[in-house]
């Protein structure tokens, strides 16, 4: 999402004015906002979650929002339109929480916990959880992510061919770059699965691959913003599937 709404969670603080000693002044200064509210409504031409899509090759309609406290702790959800079938129903909502903050210069950590709902699903189990954690930097002019998520043993994650529970590990690298003097900020993103969230797992039984996505993003007017990526994944190319494609999505962020 996980582009996605991972990228989102990070929390943002209201700039306010410091108390002055003088009465006259104390009374216009405003403090640091403790809660802060954060959200986005975006349209994307495919909702593609690890480079498998979610929406069969069609275009989804997205939106979150982010409650976050001062101290760096944050709840919220975020949810998708969706095609993938009935056990799934139409609709991904997902709920989390969590904590991020500076934890040595320059370097940020972001711990939390997901959980995948699909309120509209029918015929059997569907929902899971996923713990998730990554740290992030500045190296020069790009800022570096590196991260992982682990969903345990769940009646969600079955075992397509025994029927069992199965686990998944996701673990992913992100890298962008705004370009001087320019609204553009180019961006690459490679990312490893191994479990039954693997692109290919349900069409050859391949319970690794590797995901991976280049693109560009940018802000047209106001709270408006554009991006581009050419998006690809390791295994067979399934038709509106697991097909390397363009993705363009046009997000309003509040």
């Not at 994650?157 to 900020?185: C, M, R």
Request: net charge negative; charged share 10%; hydrophobic share 35%.
């Amino acid at each position: 999402m996980l582009l996605s709404v991972r990228g989102a969670i990070a929390a943002t603080l209201l700039a306010g004015t410091a108390l002055s000693a003088a009465p006259a002044f104390a009374q216009d200064a405003e403090a640091p906002a403790e809660i802060t509210v954060t959200g986005s409504a975006a349209v994307t031409s495919d909702y593609r979650f690890r480079g498998v899509s979610q929406s069969g090759g069609d275009i989804a309609i997205q939106g979150g929002i982010t409650v976050s406290h001062a101290s760096g702790f944050y709840v919220g959800t975020w949810g998708s339109s969706i095609d993938l079938g009935s056990l799934y129903g139409s609709t991904e909502l997902d709920l989390f929480g969590g904590w991020t903050g500076e934890v040595s210069s320059g370097l940020t950590a972001d711990v939390g916990l997901l959980y995948y709902a699909y309120p509209n699903g029918s015929g059997g189990d569907s929902e899971f959880f996923e713990p998730y954690a990554s740290v992030s930097g500045q190296a020069g002019p790009a800022k570096i992510k590196v991260g992982a998520t682990y969903a345990w043993k769940q009646s969600a994650l079955p075992n397509f061919y025994d029927g069992g529970k199965d686990d998944n590990l996701y673990i992913y690298s992100n890298v962008d770059v705004a370009i001087p003097n320019t609204p553009l900020t180019v961006s690459g993103h490679v990312g490893y699965t191994d479990g039954v969230l693997a692109p290919c797992y349900y069409c050859n039984a391949d319970k690794t691959g590797v995901d991976w996505s280049i693109g560009a993003s940018g802000t047209i007017y106001g709270p408006l913003s554009l991006s581009v990526s050419y998006i690809g994944v390791t295994g067979p190319s399934v038709d509106s599937y697991t097909d390397d494609t363009v993705v363009a999505t046009l997000t309003a962020s509040f």
